[in-house]
């Protein structure tokens, strides 16, 4: 970058300081100096570059090597004759097969193409295959519209005005045409493409937009009057600079191996993120600045340009209509996307339950309207006394298929409007909002049916086991009012404790009534 300002400025020192004879042998001798070194700096690059990045520089010298053709025929036919003429016809095939061989190198750049690494700008993923396809022929003729317009309004409306014909005007139309074309595939690469190197892609951008400048403004030159050497200083000084900037574009160092697509110059895509967004849009700018100063100066577009300002917000607005309809298929998304986030962190991943957050939202909202209404609430709780000897003699495995089965038992022995959440562990509860007019009895028959669907054996880890469930019962009603949803889960919690004492009890009033007849019975066989 700092050797192509120098140079620029050297050029631009020789143009204020030379004159006559001296500053117009400066502008015949300089494309061919700084394309001669041009060339060696690409030779270079591809002597030291490696698989796709080769490819590129090589196709990249193959350009190089056309403008240093065109520098020193344009040389050999002139003889530095400062007479008046138009460049010959070899120069000018010469300098209309860089753009092929331009495009052909800009195509064979390694990037990451959309989907892998790509830019904002690359196709959404949401949406078929024919809405992508539609969002890049879209991107992709708005750029070219823009680029055509800007092409007619400078340089090709005075061309084909200008009353040349057969070859001359063939080939004045095809250098601006090419200088287009490799704009426009330069464009449709940052858009789509993302490339990671930002000061190899500075330096082509400002190589090949020299190049098409200069080779548009020689061609209007010498459409308009006499092509003079001295009358194209600004032609010759982006012809001298182009293929400096191409050549060290091309010594700019590739990725590392083994890190494709990634440099030292690569900046975060949050910094440049709007490059390629705007991008596309940026030449439809510069069309519609010329469209107003040619309606002002002129009152009105006619002909070519009229019609491609007519096409151009044609498909501004087809390519907003798709993005309207991406939006909403994406807010859609997002949407569900949101509501599944929301139902996994509300609900048991394991059981498909509510958890504990969702219980404690919906328990202080029911006894905030058991407050300010009366509104009667029964809660159960539920505690698994065998999950533990479950758990530690057939495996987690076992113990979460019976954490399911639970699940599944309790759900089906409530009704579907009342909440089952699994607080955690083995830890469950009910929640019964609408209890009727006798929650007591309510609450009574859900604990007996939660009982007796517990009572049959659960099949788990290939073995029948017998649950026993304790279940604790509160009430908020107008005899025993809740004032808090942790009062209320508090008495549910001692009630449910209570129950497990008393099976507890039970269970050793069995086994000591079993012990005790089996001291009888063998006190009868020995007596």
């Known amino acids: 970058m700092a050797a192509t300002v120098a140079v620029a400025m050297l050029l631009l020192l020789s143009q204020t300081l030379l004159s006559g004879r001296a500053r117009t042998i400066s502008e015949m001798v300089a494309p061919c100096v700084t394309t001669s070194l041009a060339l060696l700096l690409g030779a270079v690059s591809v002597v030291v570059s490696r698989g796709a990045e080769r490819r590129w520089r090589l196709l990249m010298c193959l350009q190089l090597l056309g403008f240093f053709v065109g520098a020193v025929i344009w040389v050999t036919y002139r003889r530095l004759d400062l007479g008046e003429g138009r460049s010959p016809d070899l120069v000018d095939l010469a300098y209309l097969m860089g753009p092929v061989v331009t495009v052909l190198s ?5 990037a990451s193409p959309p989907g892998r690494e790509a830019g904002p700008r690359a196709p959404p993923a949401a949406g078929s295959r024919l809405v992508r396809d539609a969002v890049v022929a879209l991107d992709s003729l708005l750029i070219v519209g823009s680029m055509l317009l800007i092409a007619w309004v400078t340089i ?53 937009l020299a190049a098409t400048a200069s080779q548009s403004t020689l061609v209007y030159l010498a459409v308009v009057g006499p092509l003079e050497v001295g009358r194209a200083a600004f ?5 001298a600079i182009a293929p400096l900037a191409l050549a060290l574009a ?33 030449p439809l700018g510069v ?23 007519f096409l151009l917000p044609v498909l501004v607005t087809l390519r907003q209509m798709v993005t309207l309809a991406q939006n909403s298929r994406l807010v859609a998304r997002l949407r569900a ?39 009667p609430l029964v809660l159960l709780f539920c505690d698994l006394d065998e999950f533990k000897a479950v758990n530690d ?53 859900a604990r007996r049916r939660v009982l007796e669907a517990m009572a049959p054996p659960f099949h788990v880890g290939g073995q029948r086991r017998h649950v026993h469930v304790s279940v604790g019962l509160a009430y908020a009603d107008g005899r025993s009012p809740a004032r808090s949803a942790e009062e209320l889960l508090h008495r549910a919690d001692q009630a449910m404790y209570a129950a497990k004492d008393r099976t507890r009890r039970a269970r050793l009033d069995r086994s000591d009534g079993q012990r005790g007849s089996l001291r009888d019975h063998e006190m009868r066989r020995h007596g």
Do not use: K
């Not at 697509?261 to 975060?268: A, F, H, I, L, Q």
């Open 393 to 445: 003699t057939l495996g987690h495995a076992a113990g979460d298929d019976l954490l399911r089965a639970v699940a599944g038992r309790l759900r089906a022995a409530v009704r579907a409007h009342d909440l089952t959440a699994r607080l955690g562990g083995d830890e469950f509860a009910v929640l019964i909002e609408d209890a009727g007019e006798d929650p007591r009895h309510t609450g009574d028959g």
């Open 235 to 239: 032609a010759w000084l982006s012809l």
């Open 156 to 208: 090709l409306d005075t061309v084909t005005s200008s009353g040349a014909g057969g070859l001359r005007l063939l080939l004045a139309i095809a250098h601006p045409l090419s200088g287009t074309m490799v704009v426009v595939v330069l464009l449709l690469l940052i858009t789509y493409r993302r490339i990671h190197n930002g000061r190899m892609l500075v330096l082509l951008a400002i190589g090949l």
């Open 250 to 282: 091309t010594l700019v160092p590739g990725p590392p191996p083994g890190r494709p697509g990634r440099t030292r110059s690569s900046r975060p895509q949050g910094d440049t993120w709007w490059v390629h967004v705007y991008l596309p849009y940026l």
């Open 287 to 309: 069309a519609a600045g010329l469209d107003l100063a040619i309606a002002l100066r002129e009152g009105g577009l006619r002909g070519v340009t009229l019609y491609l300002s």
């Open 106 to 110: 800009l195509l064979c750049i390694p």
């Open 337 to 375: 996307f949101s509501q599944r986030l929301e139902h996994q962190a509300m609900h048991d991943s394991l059981t498909g339950l509510p958890n504990r957050a969702l219980f404690g939202d919906r328990i202080t909202e029911a006894v905030e309207d058991h407050r300010e209404r009366g509104r």
